[in-house]
Protein backbone atom coordinates (compact mmCIF):
# COMPACT_ATOMS: atom_id res chain seq x y z
CA UNK A 1 0.00 0.00 0.00
CA UNK A 2 1.06 3.66 -0.54
CA UNK A 3 1.16 6.50 1.68
CA UNK A 4 -1.81 7.97 0.13
CA UNK A 5 -3.64 4.98 0.15
CA UNK A 6 -2.88 4.32 3.83
CA UNK A 7 -4.09 8.01 4.65
CA UNK A 8 -7.45 7.72 2.38
CA UNK A 9 -8.13 4.64 4.95
CA UNK A 10 -7.71 6.34 7.90
CA UNK A 11 -11.56 7.25 9.20
CA UNK A 12 -12.12 11.17 8.87
CA UNK A 13 -11.91 12.98 12.34
CA UNK A 14 -15.46 12.91 13.60
CA UNK A 15 -14.26 16.69 15.63
CA UNK A 16 -11.96 19.30 14.52
CA UNK A 17 -10.29 20.90 17.42
CA UNK A 18 -7.49 23.53 16.92
CA UNK A 19 -4.36 22.16 18.49
CA UNK A 20 -2.70 24.32 21.62
CA UNK A 21 -1.28 27.79 20.13
CA UNK A 22 0.65 29.21 23.23
CA UNK A 23 2.53 32.10 23.34
CA UNK A 24 6.00 31.42 25.29
CA UNK A 25 6.57 33.56 28.92
CA UNK A 26 9.87 33.15 27.83
CA UNK A 27 10.54 36.80 26.96
CA UNK A 28 9.52 37.73 30.30
CA UNK A 29 11.40 37.98 33.25
CA UNK A 30 9.70 39.16 36.27
CA UNK A 31 11.18 40.06 39.11
CA UNK A 32 9.73 38.50 42.30
CA UNK A 33 9.01 41.65 44.12
CA UNK A 34 8.48 45.43 42.59
CA UNK A 35 8.77 48.80 43.93
CA UNK A 36 7.67 52.83 43.15
CA UNK A 37 9.29 53.97 40.69
CA UNK A 38 10.18 57.57 42.08
CA UNK A 39 12.35 60.15 40.58
CA UNK A 40 13.69 57.67 38.15
CA UNK A 41 14.72 54.94 41.08
CA UNK A 42 13.04 52.04 42.60
CA UNK A 43 12.09 52.90 45.87
CA UNK A 44 11.74 49.82 48.14
CA UNK A 45 7.83 49.55 49.09
CA UNK A 46 6.69 49.89 52.95
CA UNK A 47 3.64 47.42 52.12
CA UNK A 48 3.30 45.03 49.34
CA UNK A 49 0.61 42.63 48.36
CA UNK A 50 0.51 39.48 45.64
CA UNK A 51 -0.46 40.42 42.22
CA UNK A 52 -1.62 37.23 40.13
CA UNK A 53 -2.86 35.74 36.79
CA UNK A 54 -6.54 35.78 36.91
CA UNK A 55 -6.27 32.43 34.77
CA UNK A 56 -4.70 30.26 36.93
CA UNK A 57 -4.53 32.49 40.20
CA UNK A 58 -0.42 32.21 40.17
CA UNK A 59 1.13 34.57 41.58
CA UNK A 60 3.30 36.56 39.37
CA UNK A 61 4.94 39.35 41.84
CA UNK A 62 4.88 41.17 45.02
CA UNK A 63 3.73 44.90 44.41
CA UNK A 64 4.11 47.87 46.44
CA UNK A 65 0.72 48.78 48.24
CA UNK A 66 1.30 53.20 47.96
CA UNK A 67 1.04 55.24 51.15
CA UNK A 68 0.56 58.56 51.66
CA UNK A 69 3.84 59.01 52.56
CA UNK A 70 5.41 57.31 49.43
CA UNK A 71 2.66 59.51 47.10
CA UNK A 72 4.56 61.96 48.76
CA UNK A 73 7.80 61.06 47.20
CA UNK A 74 6.54 60.34 43.76
CA UNK A 75 4.55 64.06 43.93
CA UNK A 76 8.05 66.12 45.29
CA UNK A 77 10.16 63.90 42.33
CA UNK A 78 7.37 64.92 39.75
CA UNK A 79 7.33 68.66 40.93
CA UNK A 80 11.24 69.03 41.18
CA UNK A 81 11.74 67.45 37.71
CA UNK A 82 8.92 69.88 35.96
CA UNK A 83 10.68 72.96 37.83
CA UNK A 84 14.16 72.06 36.76
CA UNK A 85 13.72 71.52 33.52
CA UNK A 86 10.96 69.47 31.93
CA UNK A 87 8.38 72.22 31.24
CA UNK A 88 10.88 74.73 30.14
CA UNK A 89 12.68 72.05 27.34
CA UNK A 90 11.46 73.02 24.15
CA UNK A 91 8.99 71.01 22.50
CA UNK A 92 11.30 69.36 19.56
CA UNK A 93 13.43 68.10 22.51
CA UNK A 94 10.34 67.00 24.57
CA UNK A 95 9.26 64.87 21.07
CA UNK A 96 12.84 62.98 20.90
CA UNK A 97 11.76 61.54 23.92
CA UNK A 98 8.39 60.34 22.94
CA UNK A 99 9.45 58.93 19.69
CA UNK A 100 12.04 56.92 21.12
CA UNK A 101 9.45 55.67 23.99
CA UNK A 102 7.20 55.11 21.27
CA UNK A 103 9.90 53.21 19.10
CA UNK A 104 11.00 51.12 22.00
CA UNK A 105 7.44 50.12 22.61
CA UNK A 106 7.24 48.71 19.08
CA UNK A 107 10.60 46.88 19.27
CA UNK A 108 9.55 44.83 22.98
CA UNK A 109 5.95 44.62 22.09
CA UNK A 110 5.75 40.85 22.36
CA UNK A 111 7.39 41.15 25.67
CA UNK A 112 4.33 43.51 26.85
CA UNK A 113 1.81 41.65 25.36
CA UNK A 114 2.35 38.37 26.65
CA UNK A 115 3.00 40.36 30.15
CA UNK A 116 -0.66 42.03 29.53
CA UNK A 117 -2.23 38.93 28.96
CA UNK A 118 -0.80 36.83 31.90
CA UNK A 119 -1.79 40.04 34.72
CA UNK A 120 -5.00 40.78 33.38
CA UNK A 121 -6.42 38.11 31.05
CA UNK A 122 -7.26 39.56 27.80
CA UNK A 123 -6.73 37.25 24.91
CA UNK A 124 -3.00 37.42 23.51
CA UNK A 125 -4.26 38.10 19.78
CA UNK A 126 -5.70 41.21 21.64
CA UNK A 127 -2.86 42.65 23.43
CA UNK A 128 -1.31 41.74 20.43
CA UNK A 129 -2.71 43.04 17.79
CA UNK A 130 -4.88 46.09 19.65
CA UNK A 131 -3.44 46.78 23.11
CA UNK A 132 0.28 46.91 21.57
CA UNK A 133 -0.15 48.67 18.47
CA UNK A 134 -2.45 51.65 20.10
CA UNK A 135 -0.13 52.14 22.92
CA UNK A 136 2.88 53.01 20.61
CA UNK A 137 0.63 55.38 18.51
CA UNK A 138 -0.32 57.13 20.92
CA UNK A 139 3.06 57.57 21.66
CA UNK A 140 3.96 58.43 18.44
CA UNK A 141 1.02 60.88 17.40
CA UNK A 142 1.23 62.98 20.62
CA UNK A 143 5.40 63.18 20.04
CA UNK A 144 4.02 64.84 16.92
CA UNK A 145 2.35 67.52 19.16
CA UNK A 146 4.72 68.01 20.96
CA UNK A 147 6.42 71.07 19.07
CA UNK A 148 3.65 73.00 17.65
CA UNK A 149 1.25 73.81 20.47
CA UNK A 150 1.65 77.03 19.07
CA UNK A 151 -0.31 76.26 15.96
CA UNK A 152 -2.50 73.64 17.56
CA UNK A 153 -4.02 76.76 19.73
CA UNK A 154 -2.73 80.01 17.68
CA UNK A 155 -3.06 83.56 19.59
CA UNK A 156 -3.69 81.27 23.12
CA UNK A 157 -0.05 80.81 24.32
CA UNK A 158 -0.31 77.10 25.67
CA UNK A 159 1.86 76.32 28.47
CA UNK A 160 1.80 73.24 30.78
CA UNK A 161 -0.40 72.61 33.81
CA UNK A 162 1.88 71.48 36.09
CA UNK A 163 2.32 68.21 38.27
CA UNK A 164 -1.02 65.71 36.88
CA UNK A 165 -2.05 62.79 39.07
CA UNK A 166 -3.34 59.99 36.68
CA UNK A 167 -5.41 57.07 37.89
CA UNK A 168 -6.41 54.09 35.70
CA UNK A 169 -8.49 50.99 35.64
CA UNK A 170 -7.41 47.54 34.94
CA UNK A 171 -9.47 46.47 31.42
CA UNK A 172 -6.55 48.32 28.85
CA UNK A 173 -3.65 48.85 31.59
CA UNK A 174 -0.65 49.53 29.21
CA UNK A 175 -3.21 51.33 26.66
CA UNK A 176 -4.81 53.31 29.56
CA UNK A 177 -1.34 54.27 30.25
CA UNK A 178 -0.55 55.57 27.26
CA UNK A 179 -3.28 57.71 26.80
CA UNK A 180 -2.31 59.19 30.07
CA UNK A 181 1.38 59.82 29.64
CA UNK A 182 1.62 60.88 26.06
CA UNK A 183 -0.30 63.69 26.18
CA UNK A 184 0.76 64.93 29.23
CA UNK A 185 4.34 64.42 28.83
CA UNK A 186 4.02 66.24 25.38
CA UNK A 187 2.48 69.50 26.83
CA UNK A 188 5.59 69.96 29.49
CA UNK A 189 3.92 68.29 32.11
CA UNK A 190 5.60 65.92 35.07
CA UNK A 191 3.83 62.54 35.95
CA UNK A 192 2.62 60.50 38.95
CA UNK A 193 0.19 57.48 37.73
CA UNK A 194 -1.20 54.61 39.52
CA UNK A 195 -2.32 51.83 37.43
CA UNK A 196 -5.08 49.41 38.63
CA UNK A 197 -4.04 47.04 41.57
CA UNK A 198 -5.31 44.07 39.81
CA UNK A 199 -3.00 45.07 36.96
CA UNK A 200 0.39 46.81 37.73
CA UNK A 201 2.94 44.59 36.07
CA UNK A 202 2.61 46.39 32.32
CA UNK A 203 3.24 49.87 34.02
CA UNK A 204 6.06 48.80 36.34
CA UNK A 205 7.90 46.99 33.05
CA UNK A 206 7.16 50.50 31.38
CA UNK A 207 9.57 51.88 33.88
CA UNK A 208 12.36 49.95 31.95
CA UNK A 209 11.42 51.67 28.95
CA UNK A 210 11.63 55.24 30.76
CA UNK A 211 15.35 54.31 31.61
CA UNK A 212 16.24 52.94 28.20
CA UNK A 213 14.77 56.14 26.59
CA UNK A 214 16.86 58.05 28.98
CA UNK A 215 13.75 60.07 30.49
CA UNK A 216 15.12 62.60 33.11
CA UNK A 217 14.37 61.38 36.45
CA UNK A 218 11.07 62.01 38.04
CA UNK A 219 9.42 63.10 34.58
CA UNK A 220 7.11 59.66 34.99
CA UNK A 221 6.73 58.42 38.56
CA UNK A 222 4.46 55.27 38.96
CA UNK A 223 3.20 54.21 42.45
CA UNK A 224 0.91 51.05 42.67
CA UNK A 225 -1.92 50.26 45.31
CA UNK A 226 -5.39 50.68 45.91
CA UNK A 227 -7.91 53.05 45.66
CA UNK A 228 -6.63 54.45 49.46
CA UNK A 229 -3.73 55.24 47.30
CA UNK A 230 -5.58 56.71 44.41
CA UNK A 231 -6.89 58.87 47.29
CA UNK A 232 -4.06 59.99 48.67
CA UNK A 233 -2.86 61.42 45.31
CA UNK A 234 -6.20 62.99 44.74
CA UNK A 235 -5.66 65.00 47.43
CA UNK A 236 -2.28 65.72 47.44
CA UNK A 237 -2.06 69.64 47.38
CA UNK A 238 0.59 69.25 44.86
CA UNK A 239 -0.94 68.06 41.96
CA UNK A 240 -2.18 70.11 39.12
CA UNK A 241 -4.54 68.46 37.50
CA UNK A 242 -6.29 65.03 38.20
CA UNK A 243 -7.27 62.85 34.79
CA UNK A 244 -9.35 59.46 36.02
CA UNK A 245 -10.59 56.79 34.35
CA UNK A 246 -12.72 53.81 36.43
CA UNK A 247 -16.06 53.89 37.89
CA UNK A 248 -18.86 56.54 37.66
CA UNK A 249 -19.05 55.85 41.33
CA UNK A 250 -15.37 56.97 42.23
CA UNK A 251 -15.10 59.63 39.85
CA UNK A 252 -17.86 61.34 41.45
CA UNK A 253 -16.38 61.24 44.58
CA UNK A 254 -13.10 62.26 43.32
CA UNK A 255 -15.37 65.56 41.61
CA UNK A 256 -17.01 66.00 45.36
CA UNK A 257 -13.10 65.75 46.73
CA UNK A 258 -11.70 68.77 43.99
CA UNK A 259 -14.67 71.23 44.33
CA UNK A 260 -13.21 74.59 45.05
CA UNK A 261 -9.53 73.25 45.03
CA UNK A 262 -9.08 74.75 41.38
CA UNK A 263 -7.32 71.22 40.14
CA UNK A 264 -8.51 70.55 36.70
CA UNK A 265 -9.97 67.63 36.45
CA UNK A 266 -10.85 65.35 33.49
CA UNK A 267 -13.21 62.04 34.39
CA UNK A 268 -13.93 58.94 31.65
CA UNK A 269 -16.28 56.63 33.16
CA UNK A 270 -18.52 53.40 32.68
CA UNK A 271 -20.99 53.32 29.73
CA UNK A 272 -23.96 51.23 28.79
CA UNK A 273 -24.20 51.70 24.93
CA UNK A 274 -26.60 50.74 22.12
CA UNK A 275 -25.67 48.94 19.23
CA UNK A 276 -28.41 49.69 16.61
CA UNK A 277 -28.93 47.27 13.73
CA UNK A 278 -31.63 48.49 10.65
CA UNK A 279 -33.22 46.04 8.61
CA UNK A 280 -31.08 46.92 5.33
CA UNK A 281 -27.90 46.22 7.46
CA UNK A 282 -25.60 43.74 6.03
CA UNK A 283 -26.33 41.34 8.54
CA UNK A 284 -23.70 38.81 8.88
CA UNK A 285 -21.00 41.74 9.19
CA UNK A 286 -23.26 43.09 12.05
CA UNK A 287 -23.09 40.19 13.94
CA UNK A 288 -19.22 40.22 13.93
CA UNK A 289 -19.22 43.55 15.25
CA UNK A 290 -21.91 42.71 17.90
CA UNK A 291 -19.43 40.02 18.60
CA UNK A 292 -16.48 42.55 18.66
CA UNK A 293 -18.97 45.24 20.26
CA UNK A 294 -19.63 42.94 23.62
CA UNK A 295 -17.42 40.18 23.48
CA UNK A 296 -13.62 41.90 23.02
CA UNK A 297 -11.80 41.89 26.28
CA UNK A 298 -14.60 40.00 28.07
CA UNK A 299 -17.00 43.26 27.55
CA UNK A 300 -14.56 45.08 30.08
CA UNK A 301 -14.70 47.34 28.16
CA UNK A 302 -16.27 50.96 28.85
CA UNK A 303 -17.47 51.98 25.45
CA UNK A 304 -19.06 48.05 25.01
CA UNK A 305 -22.21 47.59 22.71
CA UNK A 306 -23.85 45.94 26.12
CA UNK A 307 -27.05 47.08 24.28
CA UNK A 308 -28.43 45.66 21.14
CA UNK A 309 -30.94 47.30 19.90
CA UNK A 310 -32.41 45.37 17.10
CA UNK A 311 -35.52 46.55 14.52
CA UNK A 312 -38.13 43.82 14.91
CA UNK A 313 -38.30 42.82 11.53
CA UNK A 314 -34.92 41.11 11.51
CA UNK A 315 -34.69 40.34 14.98
CA UNK A 316 -34.80 36.38 14.44
CA UNK A 317 -32.68 36.11 12.14
CA UNK A 318 -30.26 38.38 13.81
CA UNK A 319 -30.42 36.64 17.09
CA UNK A 320 -30.30 33.01 15.25
CA UNK A 321 -27.18 34.20 13.31
CA UNK A 322 -25.83 35.56 16.58
CA UNK A 323 -26.89 32.52 18.30
CA UNK A 324 -24.71 30.38 15.92
CA UNK A 325 -21.79 32.41 16.00
CA UNK A 326 -21.62 32.19 19.84
CA UNK A 327 -20.43 28.58 19.76
CA UNK A 328 -17.64 28.95 17.86
CA UNK A 329 -15.75 31.79 20.09
CA UNK A 330 -13.10 29.99 21.94
CA UNK A 331 -12.62 30.79 25.48
CA UNK A 332 -9.78 29.85 27.48
CA UNK A 333 -5.94 30.31 28.13
CA UNK A 334 -5.71 33.82 27.19
CA UNK A 335 -2.00 32.82 26.33
CA UNK A 336 -3.40 30.73 23.42
CA UNK A 337 -3.01 32.28 19.87
CA UNK A 338 -6.69 30.54 19.23
CA UNK A 339 -8.49 32.43 22.22
CA UNK A 340 -11.20 34.60 22.08
CA UNK A 341 -12.95 34.92 24.99
CA UNK A 342 -10.12 34.94 27.86
CA UNK A 343 -10.52 35.14 31.78
CA UNK A 344 -12.75 38.02 34.17
CA UNK A 345 -10.23 40.09 35.10
CA UNK A 346 -10.87 39.75 39.09
CA UNK A 347 -12.86 38.09 41.63
CA UNK A 348 -14.65 41.01 42.37
CA UNK A 349 -15.52 41.33 38.72
CA UNK A 350 -16.74 38.14 38.13
CA UNK A 351 -18.52 38.27 41.49
CA UNK A 352 -20.38 41.12 39.79
CA UNK A 353 -20.86 39.74 36.40
CA UNK A 354 -22.52 37.10 37.99
CA UNK A 355 -25.18 39.03 40.34
CA UNK A 356 -26.23 40.74 37.29
CA UNK A 357 -26.82 37.75 35.15
CA UNK A 358 -29.21 36.43 38.26
CA UNK A 359 -30.98 39.39 38.18
CA UNK A 360 -31.59 39.54 34.74
CA UNK A 361 -32.84 35.68 35.18
CA UNK A 362 -34.64 36.64 37.61
CA UNK A 363 -36.18 39.84 36.17
CA UNK A 364 -37.87 37.60 33.19
CA UNK A 365 -35.09 38.08 31.12
CA UNK A 366 -34.76 34.55 28.28
CA UNK A 367 -30.75 33.72 29.03
CA UNK A 368 -28.72 31.50 26.16
CA UNK A 369 -25.08 31.01 26.67
CA UNK A 370 -23.20 28.83 24.35
CA UNK A 371 -22.13 24.62 25.12
CA UNK A 372 -18.66 25.85 26.62
CA UNK A 373 -16.09 24.12 28.88
CA UNK A 374 -14.44 26.33 31.28
CA UNK A 375 -10.75 25.86 32.93
CA UNK A 376 -11.50 24.53 36.88
CA UNK A 377 -8.64 27.40 38.22
CA UNK A 378 -9.05 31.10 37.47
CA UNK A 379 -11.86 33.10 36.94
CA UNK A 380 -14.09 32.83 34.05
CA UNK A 381 -17.56 33.77 32.26
CA UNK A 382 -19.15 32.33 29.33
CA UNK A 383 -20.35 34.72 26.97
CA UNK A 384 -23.77 35.47 27.32
CA UNK A 385 -26.94 37.02 25.70
CA UNK A 386 -30.28 38.36 27.16
CA UNK A 387 -33.64 38.31 24.90
CA UNK A 388 -36.87 39.32 25.84
CA UNK A 389 -35.02 42.18 27.68
CA UNK A 390 -37.14 45.12 29.55
CA UNK A 391 -35.57 48.67 29.28
CA UNK A 392 -36.05 48.54 32.98
CA UNK A 393 -34.32 45.93 33.79
CA UNK A 394 -30.86 46.15 35.56
CA UNK A 395 -29.27 44.19 33.02
CA UNK A 396 -30.48 47.27 30.56
CA UNK A 397 -29.78 49.93 33.23
CA UNK A 398 -26.36 49.06 34.57
CA UNK A 399 -22.82 48.82 33.46
CA UNK A 400 -22.43 44.53 33.78
CA UNK A 401 -18.74 45.30 32.05
CA UNK A 402 -18.94 41.61 31.00
CA UNK A 403 -19.23 39.49 28.27
CA UNK A 404 -22.93 39.64 28.89
CA UNK A 405 -25.63 41.19 26.17
CA UNK A 406 -28.98 42.60 26.56
CA UNK A 407 -31.15 42.38 23.33
CA UNK A 408 -34.02 44.86 22.69
CA UNK A 409 -35.99 45.39 19.67
CA UNK A 410 -37.63 48.52 18.01
CA UNK A 411 -40.00 49.37 15.18
CA UNK A 412 -39.25 52.85 13.92
CA UNK A 413 -35.58 54.80 13.78
CA UNK A 414 -37.39 57.37 16.40
CA UNK A 415 -38.06 54.50 18.65
CA UNK A 416 -34.60 53.42 18.21
CA UNK A 417 -32.95 56.84 19.20
CA UNK A 418 -35.34 57.25 22.38
CA UNK A 419 -34.38 53.76 23.74
CA UNK A 420 -30.80 54.04 22.88
CA UNK A 421 -30.70 57.62 24.93
CA UNK A 422 -32.39 56.16 28.04
CA UNK A 423 -29.37 55.79 30.00
CA UNK A 424 -27.61 57.84 32.49
CA UNK A 425 -24.40 57.41 30.80
CA UNK A 426 -23.36 58.33 27.26
CA UNK A 427 -20.16 57.40 25.85
CA UNK A 428 -20.52 55.56 22.62
CA UNK A 429 -23.00 53.59 20.54
CA UNK A 430 -22.77 52.04 17.05
CA UNK A 431 -25.30 52.12 14.12
CA UNK A 432 -25.48 49.65 11.41
CA UNK A 433 -27.54 50.64 8.24
CA UNK A 434 -26.83 50.77 4.28
CA UNK A 435 -28.00 54.15 4.15
CA UNK A 436 -25.80 56.94 4.48
CA UNK A 437 -28.50 59.56 5.45
CA UNK A 438 -29.73 57.51 8.47
CA UNK A 439 -26.45 56.95 9.68
CA UNK A 440 -25.53 61.18 9.44
CA UNK A 441 -29.11 61.43 11.09
CA UNK A 442 -28.79 59.14 13.92
CA UNK A 443 -25.16 60.47 14.80
CA UNK A 444 -27.01 63.36 15.88
CA UNK A 445 -29.72 62.13 17.67
CA UNK A 446 -27.67 59.92 19.73
CA UNK A 447 -26.05 61.74 22.78
CA UNK A 448 -23.09 59.64 22.80
CA UNK A 449 -19.24 61.05 22.64
CA UNK A 450 -18.22 58.50 19.72
CA UNK A 451 -20.87 57.14 17.36
CA UNK A 452 -19.38 54.27 15.35
CA UNK A 453 -21.25 53.42 11.93
CA UNK A 454 -21.06 49.90 10.49
CA UNK A 455 -18.26 48.83 12.93
CA UNK A 456 -17.14 48.84 16.68
CA UNK A 457 -15.01 49.38 19.14
CA UNK A 458 -12.68 51.07 16.37
CA UNK A 459 -9.34 53.52 17.95
CA UNK A 460 -7.28 56.30 16.73
CA UNK A 461 -4.97 58.22 18.76
CA UNK A 462 -6.25 61.17 16.10
CA UNK A 463 -9.80 60.81 17.26
CA UNK A 464 -11.36 61.94 21.14
CA UNK A 465 -12.94 60.17 23.06
CA UNK A 466 -15.08 61.08 25.85
CA UNK A 467 -18.63 61.00 27.09
CA UNK A 468 -21.90 62.76 28.02
CA UNK A 469 -23.69 62.97 31.61
CA UNK A 470 -22.55 59.99 34.12
CA UNK A 471 -19.49 59.09 31.36
CA UNK A 472 -17.68 61.90 32.10
CA UNK A 473 -16.50 64.60 30.97
CA UNK A 474 -13.19 65.95 28.98
CA UNK A 475 -11.54 63.96 25.90
CA UNK A 476 -8.54 61.96 25.39
CA UNK A 477 -6.91 61.47 21.78
CA UNK A 478 -6.72 63.81 18.79
CA UNK A 479 -5.86 67.46 19.52
CA UNK A 480 -8.97 68.04 21.91
CA UNK A 481 -6.62 65.65 24.00
CA UNK A 482 -4.15 68.02 24.59
CA UNK A 483 -6.48 70.93 26.34
CA UNK A 484 -6.69 69.08 29.79
CA UNK A 485 -2.50 69.58 30.03
CA UNK A 486 -2.49 72.93 29.00
CA UNK A 487 -3.22 76.25 30.64
CA UNK A 488 -4.11 79.22 28.24
CA UNK A 489 -3.27 83.05 29.04
CA UNK A 490 -6.88 83.81 28.49
CA UNK A 491 -8.06 81.58 31.32
CA UNK A 492 -6.18 83.94 33.85
CA UNK A 493 -8.77 86.19 32.95
CA UNK A 494 -11.19 83.70 33.55
CA UNK A 495 -11.88 83.54 29.71
P1 LIG B 1 -12.67 51.68 40.26
O1 LIG B 1 -13.24 52.94 39.74
O2 LIG B 1 -12.75 51.42 41.74
O3 LIG B 1 -11.11 51.59 39.87
C1 LIG B 1 -10.48 52.36 38.86
C2 LIG B 1 -9.20 52.97 39.41
O4 LIG B 1 -9.52 53.89 40.45
C3 LIG B 1 -8.25 51.96 40.05
O5 LIG B 1 -6.92 52.35 39.78
C4 LIG B 1 -8.55 52.10 41.53
O6 LIG B 1 -7.48 51.72 42.36
C5 LIG B 1 -8.80 53.59 41.64
N1 LIG B 1 -9.61 54.00 42.79
C6 LIG B 1 -10.54 53.28 43.48
N2 LIG B 1 -11.08 54.02 44.46
C7 LIG B 1 -10.48 55.25 44.41
C8 LIG B 1 -10.63 56.46 45.15
N3 LIG B 1 -11.49 56.55 46.15
N4 LIG B 1 -9.87 57.52 44.80
C9 LIG B 1 -9.01 57.46 43.78
N5 LIG B 1 -8.82 56.33 43.04
C10 LIG B 1 -9.56 55.24 43.35
O7 LIG B 1 -13.32 50.49 39.45
P2 LIG B 1 -13.44 48.95 39.92
O8 LIG B 1 -13.88 48.88 41.34
O9 LIG B 1 -12.19 48.28 39.54
O10 LIG B 1 -14.62 48.43 38.96
C11 LIG B 1 -15.98 48.64 39.32
C12 LIG B 1 -16.80 48.92 38.11
O11 LIG B 1 -16.41 50.14 37.51
C13 LIG B 1 -16.66 47.90 36.99
O12 LIG B 1 -17.47 46.81 37.21
C14 LIG B 1 -17.07 48.72 35.80
O13 LIG B 1 -18.46 48.74 35.70
C15 LIG B 1 -16.57 50.11 36.11
N6 LIG B 1 -15.28 50.40 35.47
C16 LIG B 1 -15.25 51.21 34.37
C17 LIG B 1 -14.06 51.44 33.71
C18 LIG B 1 -14.00 52.29 32.50
O14 LIG B 1 -13.14 52.07 31.67
N7 LIG B 1 -14.82 53.30 32.36
C19 LIG B 1 -12.82 50.82 34.14
C20 LIG B 1 -12.92 50.04 35.34
C21 LIG B 1 -14.12 49.84 35.94
MG1 LIG C 1 -13.71 50.07 43.04
Known amino acids: MTDLERKQRLPVPSEWTYAP ?10 RERYGHFVGGEWLEPKETYPTISPATEEVLAEVGQATSEEVDLAVEAARGAYENGWSSLPGSERAKYLFRIARILQERAREFAVLESLNGGKPIKESRDVDLPLAAAHFFYYAGWADKLEYAFPNRKP ?7 QIIPWNFPLLMLS ?3 APALACGNTVVLKPAETTPLTALLFCDVLRQAELPPGVVNIVTGDGSTG ?9 DKIAFTGSTDVGKAIQRELAGTGKKLTLELGGKAANVIFDDAALDQAVEGIVNGIYFNQGHVCCAGSRLLVQESISEAVIDKLKRRLTTLRVG ?24 VQAGKEEGAEIYQPPCRLPEKGYWFVPTV ?8 RIAQEEIFGPVLSVLTFRTPEEAVEKANNTPYGLSAGVWTEKGSRIL ?11 WANTYNRFDPTSPFGGYKESGYG ?10 YLTFDSEAFGG
Not at 386 to 393: E, G, K, P
Open 21 to 30: APESRDVLQL
Open 159 to 165: KPVGVAG
Open 179 to 181: WKI
Open 231 to 239: AALVKHPGI
Open 333 to 356: DPLDKNTDVGAINSKLQLDKITEL
Open 386 to 393: FTNVAQSY
Open 441 to 451: WMAQQLKAGVV
Open 475 to 484: REGGKHGLEP
